[in-house]
């Protein structure tokens, strides 16, 4: 048995909106037998507020799903803005490493990036106490910052840069979630040889036979665009506004928005504004709903920024659509996105931010309901041949016992 100490400034429970990557994995170390401490923020993601449990606290130790939890501060109310942003980050690290040098001498640390300050921090105390080093890169950050416009080149982003080399050279094993961030790994200079793909999944006993929530705001006859997931700076929601005006007259389509976000007010006013009466948000939902919402979607919205960035994208939504047998537009930059849905036969890909193009791929599926059921379950069979998240997490574990 090992010690392991997680560390991952978001770390999102079943019960809670977002995505549960780390805490299956953790669980599944678990599991193992290894003993596992997670360092994580008590300001989530989606929130991006200080709970009222925590408010004066700054570190603060708990026990849950057979695991030790260190829950510390960052920086709350933080936008999409770079400096607000590195703030965030700069703050958990600070706290993440307080905690982590209060747990006993760890085996392997692993740490999962965005949030560089962190992983570099936590690649510093691996070495000060002679454990391995893991890093998960879930994106190229700052790269991705750089290419949606929110940084440019300077002292900043030369620091981020700096960070991001150093801990990729102290990583012992690197864990790529999509191609795209493999090979922009191996362009920053890492040995292959050192990189792992483990990608996103899904819960298969928990997408199979969910039925759909009654909450979900449409009428019985509706056809359902449906996107589940963060309404953020990287998500193009606007094409899906384009594309519901171009679908005005279509009273039997319905798009649905679930989710919260920077971005979702702004979104909700142009909508209103535009008269757009064909467009619904709702508020997140658990980890656990997800499945239920999604079994009333006839299609699931895949929207990314016409960025290059992106066309390396494999974002978890992907793994929870395909789970639910739902057929998938992706308007997105000709990438990992669309070579799934052509290798699968699971639905269409449009260009990036086209509304005209996403509107007529709506309509084309909405005339066809047989051919969307069918690319609907030609997607799950080929989720539960490669993304059953189990198998992933038995990779996962794998992967972090091969440096003890």
Same mark, same amino acid.
């Given at each position: 048995?090992?010690?392991?100490?997680?560390?991952?400034?978001?770390?999102?429970?079943?019960?809670?909106?977002?995505?549960?990557?780390?805490?299956?994995?953790?669980?599944?170390?678990?599991?193992?037998?290894?003993?596992?401490?997670? *360092?994580?923020?008590?300001?989530?993601?989606? &929130?991006?507020?200080?709970?009222?449990?925590?408010?004066?606290?700054?570190?603060? %130790?708990?026990?849950?799903?057979?695991?030790? *939890?260190?829950?510390?501060?960052?920086?709350? !109310?933080?936008?999409?803005? @770079?400096?607000?942003?590195?703030?965030?980050? !700069?703050?958990?690290?600070?706290? +993440?490493?307080?905690?982590?040098?209060?747990?006993?001498?760890?085996?392997?640390?692993?740490?999962?990036?965005?949030?560089?300050? +962190?992983?570099?921090?936590?690649?510093?105390?691996?070495?000060? %106490? !002679?454990?391995? /080093?893991?890093? &998960?890169?879930?994106? =190229?950050?700052?790269?991705?910052?750089?290419?949606?416009?929110?940084?440019?080149?300077?002292?900043?982003?030369?620091?981020?840069?700096?960070?991001?080399?150093?801990?990729?050279?102290?990583?012992?094993?690197?864990?790529?979630?999509?191609?795209?961030?493999?090979?922009?790994?191996?362009?920053?200079?890492?040995?292959?040889?050192?990189?792992?793909?483990?990608?996103?999944?899904?819960?298969?006993?928990?997408?199979?036979?969910?039925?759909?929530?009654?909450?979900?705001?449409?009428?019985?006859?509706?056809?359902?665009?449906?996107?589940?997931?963060?309404?953020?700076?990287?998500?193009?929601?606007?094409?899906?506004?384009?594309?519901?005006?171009? =679908? +005005?007259?279509?009273?039997?389509?319905?798009?649905?928005?679930?989710?919260?976000?920077?971005?979702?007010?702004?979104? *909700?006013? &142009?909508?209103?504004?535009?008269? =757009?009466?064909? $467009?619904? /948000?709702?508020?997140?939902?658990?980890?656990?709903?997800?499945?239920?919402?999604?079994?009333?979607?006839?299609?699931?919205?895949?929207?990314?920024?016409?960025?290059?960035?992106?066309?390396?994208?494999?974002?978890?939504?992907? @793994?929870?659509?395909?789970?639910?047998?739902?057929?998938?537009?992706?308007?997105?930059?000709?990438?990992?996105?669309? %070579?799934?849905?052509?290798?699968?036969?699971?639905?269409?890909?449009?260009?990036?931010?086209?509304?005209?193009?996403?509107?007529?791929?709506?309509?084309?599926?909405?005339?066809?309901?047989?051919?969307?059921?069918?690319?609907?379950?030609?997607?799950?069979?080929?989720?539960?041949?490669?993304?059953?998240?189990?198998?992933?997490?038995?990779?996962? $574990?794998?992967?972090? &016992? +091969?440096? *003890?």
């Amino acid at each position: 048995m090992s010690r392991v100490v997680y560390v991952s400034q978001y770390f999102v429970r079943a019960d809670q909106p977002g995505g549960v990557r780390h805490w299956q994995h953790a669980r599944a170390l678990a599991r193992a037998g290894h003993e596992v401490e997670v *360092v994580t923020s008590y300001v989530q993601h989606k &929130e991006r507020t200080v709970p009222e449990r925590y408010r004066g606290r700054r570190v603060v %130790r708990e026990e849950e799903d057979g695991l030790v *939890v260190w829950r510390t501060y960052a920086t709350p !109310g933080y936008g999409s803005d @770079f400096r607000s942003r590195v703030a965030n980050y !700069g703050s958990f690290a600070w706290w +993440s490493a307080i905690a982590a040098a209060r747990i006993g001498h760890p085996d392997v640390i692993v740490a999962s990036s965005p949030s560089l300050p +962190s992983a570099a921090a936590a690649a510093t105390i691996a070495r000060l %106490r !002679g454990a391995r /080093f893991v890093l &998960e890169v879930r994106d =190229l950050w700052p790269e991705s910052a750089l290419a949606m416009g929110l940084v440019r080149e300077g002292r900043a982003l030369t620091v981020a840069r700096r960070l991001e080399r150093f801990a990729y050279g102290r990583a012992d094993r690197i864990i790529a979630l999509t191609e795209g961030i493999r090979d922009g790994v191996i362009e920053a200079g890492v040995n292959p040889a050192r990189i792992t793909l483990i990608t996103n999944g899904f819960d298969l006993d928990v997408a199979e036979g969910a039925t759909a929530a009654p909450e979900v705001p449409a009428d019985p006859g509706d056809f359902v665009a449906m996107y589940v997931g963060a309404h953020g700076t990287y998500n193009a929601l606007g094409t899906l506004l384009d594309a519901a005006d171009r =679908l +005005s007259d279509e009273r039997a389509v319905r798009i649905v928005l679930v989710g919260e976000g920077d971005q979702k007010p702004g979104l *909700v006013e &142009e909508a209103a504004r535009r008269g =757009l009466d064909n $467009v619904r /948000f709702a508020d997140a939902v658990p980890k656990r709903d997800v499945p239920r919402w999604l079994a009333r979607a006839d299609v699931c919205l895949l929207p990314y920024q016409d960025v290059p960035l992106f066309a390396g994208a494999l974002p978890n939504k992907t @793994f929870d659509y395909l789970g639910a047998g739902r057929p998938l537009i992706v308007c997105a930059p000709t990438g990992e996105l669309s %070579r799934l849905v052509e290798r699968a036969g699971c639905g269409l890909a449009v260009r990036a931010e086209d509304g005209a193009a996403l509107a007529e791929a709506i309509t084309s599926l909405a005339a066809d309901p047989r051919g969307a059921r069918e690319m609907g379950e030609r997607g799950a069979t080929h989720a539960r041949r490669h993304y059953d998240r189990r198998t992933l997490a038995d990779r996962f $574990v794998a992967t972090v &016992e +091969s440096c *003890v």
